[in-house]
Nanobody
């Protein structure tokens, strides 16, 4: 099992910045990828950015050039630096980790509890 705890959400004005952090604990050596998803009211959860152990990233088009994902593997932590925030970025942001769960290589997704980001003047 992998446990994820997010922090760093809050209220920010349009054009502002926030940095989200997510610390993983438990079977962290089994993690193959970590990242961020978000869910706005009335909408489906969507990918924001992910980073594999290889360093390869996958970013949503809507955040390219504004958000940057990074990982500190020594601290089992993934970050999301969010700049030039817009009202449409308002959502609950969830930390995600993909980890192998058996010797055959089967994987499972783990989720944090979510942190609210509100962009409003």
């Amino acid at each position: 099992q992998v446990q994820l705890v997010e922090s760093g959400g809050g209220l920010v004005q349009p054009g502002g910045s926030l940095r989200l952090s997510c610390v993983a604990s438990g079977r962290t050596r089994s993690i193959t990828s970590m990242g961020w998803y978000r869910q706005a009211p009335g909408k489906q959860r969507e990918l924001v950015a992910t980073m594999a152990n290889s360093g390869n990233t996958n970013d949503a088009d809507s955040v390219k050039g504004r958000f940057t994902i990074s990982r500190d593997n020594t601290r089992n932590t993934v970050y999301l630096q969010m700049n030039d925030l817009k009202p449409e970025d308002t959502a609950v942001y969830y930390c995600n980790a993909i980890a192998t769960v058996n010797i055959e290589g089967a994987t499972r997704q783990f989720w944090g509890q979510g942190t609210q980001v509100t962009v409003s003047s």
